[in-house]
């Protein structure tokens, strides 16, 4: 197996900073010494919506890929769907990764400061195709006010950031308690070079 040295970047937050504070590269991976496959970093993405992104789980490979680590941010994926939430699975192949992420993000009209909406391109080195998930969230986002938001990746995604509370309830569920919960913003960390 060999080894580089990873240099990263972080692009801006997009939706609100509400909540507690994620940085999965740090947190998830390692801060120090990071050994992660820096080629195709995640397997899986998990996304709880409804009329905002209320929640995200990011399965990631370590090392060689034998082995995963699962984290969720913001409603869990384990949630029964009440409340009209969606569950979209995004399964990543075994030569695909994740290259440019759009969605639309800022004040919208029922939930504050959030998410909205993703979709994901993905790239398979295999085959040289590319592919996208889909718009992902809440009524195309026609309810939020702020334009919509692209980053592309120098390579490939490494790992996700942002804020977030946790939790097991839909956000319309826990607003009816007057309780704040979900996920509230995002960013995204990519290669910023590679030493080889």
Not at 134 to 160: C, E
Not at 175 to 182: C, H, T
Request: proline residues 2%; contains cysteine.
């Amino acid at each position: 197996m060999t080894t580089h040295s990873v240099a990263t970047v972080h692009s801006v937050l997009f939706g609100g900073s509400t909540g507690n504070y994620f940085n999965d590269l740090q947190s998830v991976i390692g801060p120090h010494n990071v050994t992660i496959n820096s080629i195709m970093p995640i397997k899986s993405i998990t996304v709880v919506h409804a009329g905002v992104i209320d929640g995200i789980k990011v399965t990631y490979y370590r090392g060689s890929k034998k082995s995963t680590t699962s984290v969720n941010h913001g409603l869990s994926a384990e949630s029964d769907g009440e409340g009209g939430l969606n569950k979209k699975v995004i399964p990543l192949g075994d030569k695909e990764s994740i290259v440019a992420i759009s969605g639309k993000a800022g004040d919208s009209e029922f939930w504050g400061m959030r998410v909205v909406g993703l979709c994901f391109t993905i790239y398979d080195s295999g085959t040289g195709k590319m592919r996208t998930t889909g718009w992902i969230g809440g009524q195309g986002g026609t309810h939020i006010k702020t334009p919509t938001f692209r980053v592309t990746a120098n390579g490939s995604f490494l790992a996700l950031g942002g804020y977030a509370i946790d939790a097991n309830s839909s956000i319309g569920t826990m607003q009816d308690k007057q309780e704040d919960g979900g996920l509230y913003g995002l960013t995204f960390i990519d290669i910023a070079y590679r030493n080889v």
